[in-house]
């Protein structure tokens, strides 16, 4: 039945690509080029750009996503939902054809009869069969039918854009907590081994201080740091373990049969990705290219609601045959041609009204659609402004790193040694351990910006038949 369904919904919307209702035109017009400056040579258009990462436990991530998410299912139900009414839609354009059969029993209890109980009849009985063939046809001379069935079937259309945009967000979804992850366990690692510096560093002070070369308030101050990074490691598992769970419910699954393969954070990779031209985002966005059959559909509904105010002609014929004996009921043939016109004289107002509720109603979708268009320019600005951001200062924090690290080693060696005093050990270990989680909140961020680039542009997704705009 899904099957036969499914085709009769093909069916009909390739019949839309003949019906009059315009593309909308936004009114608007797109940048010529970005603001912000973007990669010229990366790979357009990528269907699975989740793969362009380098992480094969991503792409086994994202494939159990797609099928095991409950969100995405109940979309693409409500895309069944949609199609089964584009048919419905589109049933009124055929004629309507029925066939009847009957039997009847009919017998006198008392008095002469009628004329069909004979009162000579011995029982008093009439018997009557029937058998017939009825076809009804409403005319559509103003176009009221053809363009509910152009909003049903654009409705349709709306519904799977949308349903790609829920797979859209789930995917990138994916790939954000999946990066995410990965960086809070980088950051547990870093924790831990900031942990064992600290714990180095208090027993070197412990010695000293027994010894008689380190004070009370040094001894102190190091056992208050070393409490202070074993907090930090169980705040940090935690974090890891929440956006765990975060993942399992996106992939539609409990956290506790979601088993991870180990991949270092540092193997995650992103790619150069092209942003194209902001005219070129119109057709790579399923949420624009949903807004916009959105708007053609409030069109049709226009139509539909003048089209209510006018006549309408009804056209019936019936072919059938009766007679009193079984045997008989294909022998006495006759048809019935009927034709009935009908206007609406008064409504109260009601169908004037319907009128205005659906030319509103597509004012509303027109600055829906407008907005959409706007709000896609700004999330790619945004990404591609993020990217430059964080790569300019991923290559100052480089140095940051290398240089915290260096000032720890000296600071350590020479307070072993006695020629430098604990503060700046002290000072020295904080300025690495930040410096140390910034690098990996730097690249986490910069991992997560590639991805709201790719989600800023549609993933990939290009519609079948791009509408022309």
């Known amino acids: 039945m899904k099957t036969t369904l499914t085709l009769i919904a093909a069916s009909v919307l390739l019949a839309a690509c003949s019906s009059s209702t315009p593309h909308p035109d936004s009114g608007l017009q797109a940048p010529k080029a970005w603001q912000a400056p973007s990669h010229r040579e990366g790979q357009q258009q990528d269907p699975r750009w989740w793969a362009r990462f380098g992480s094969p436990e991503l792409d086994r991530l994202i494939a159990e996503a797609r099928t095991g998410s409950h969100d995405l299912a109940a979309a693409m139900a409500r895309v069944r939902q949609a199609q089964a009414s584009a048919i419905v839609a589109g049933a009124p354009l055929l004629p309507s054809v029925e066939g009847s059969v009957n039997a009847s029993r009919q017998k006198r209890m008392g008095g002469k009869g009628s004329n069909q109980q004979s009162s000579t009849s011995s029982d008093r009985t009439v018997n009557t069969f029937d058998a017939g063939l009825s076809a009804t046809y409403e005319v559509d001379f103003w176009g009221g039918r053809r363009a509910a069935r152009d909003s049903a079937v654009l409705g349709a259309q709306a519904s799977e854009f949308d349903r790609a945009t829920v797979e859209l967000t789930l995917l990138s979804g994916v790939a954000n907590n999946y990066a995410q992850l990965l ?229 350590q060696s020479r307070y072993q040694a006695g020629a430098a005093d604990l503060l700046s050990v002290l000072d020295t270990q904080r300025t690495l351990y930040a410096a140390q989680d910034q690098n990996v909140q730097l690249r986490l961020s910069r991992l997560q910006s590639s991805v709201a680039l790719y989600k800023a542009l549609g993933g990939g997704w290009q519609a079948s038949t791009p509408a022309t705009r």
Request: a negative charge.
């Open 183 to 411: 960086a809070l366990r980088e950051q547990t690692r870093i924790a831990e081994l900031n942990l064992a510096n600290a714990q180095r560093v208090l027993r070197l002070v412990q010695t000293r201080y027994d010894s008689g070369s380190a004070t009370a308030l040094e001894l102190a101050q190091q056992k208050s740091l070393v409490a202070a990074q074993q907090r930090q490691v169980p705040l940090v598992q935690q974090q890891a373990e929440e956006a765990l769970i975060t993942l399992a419910t996106l992939l539609g699954r409990p956290v506790q049969s979601l088993a991870l393969n180990a991949q270092p954070f540092a193997e995650l990779t992103w790619p150069d990705i092209d942003a194209g031209v902001p005219s070129e985002l119109l057709a790579r966005r399923p949420d624009i290219a949903s807004a916009e059959v959105r708007l053609a559909a409030a069109q049709a509904d226009v139509s539909v609601a003048r089209a209510a105010m006018l006549p309408t002609v009804t056209l019936t014929a019936r072919l059938g045959s009766s007679a009193n004996k079984f045997d008989d009921v294909l022998r006495n043939p006759f048809y019935n041609l009927a034709s009935g016109l009908v206007a609406p004289i008064f409504n109260a107002g009601r169908l004037s009204a319907e009128r205005d509720r659906a030319t509103a109603r597509q004012e509303e979708l027109l600055e829906t659609y407008r907005g959409a268009i706007i709000n896609g320019f700004a999330d790619v600005e945004k990404a591609l402004n993020g990217i430059r951001g964080l790569d300019q200062q991923r290559q100052w924090q480089s140095e940051e790193l290398e240089q915290a690290q260096r000032a720890f080693d000296i600071a």
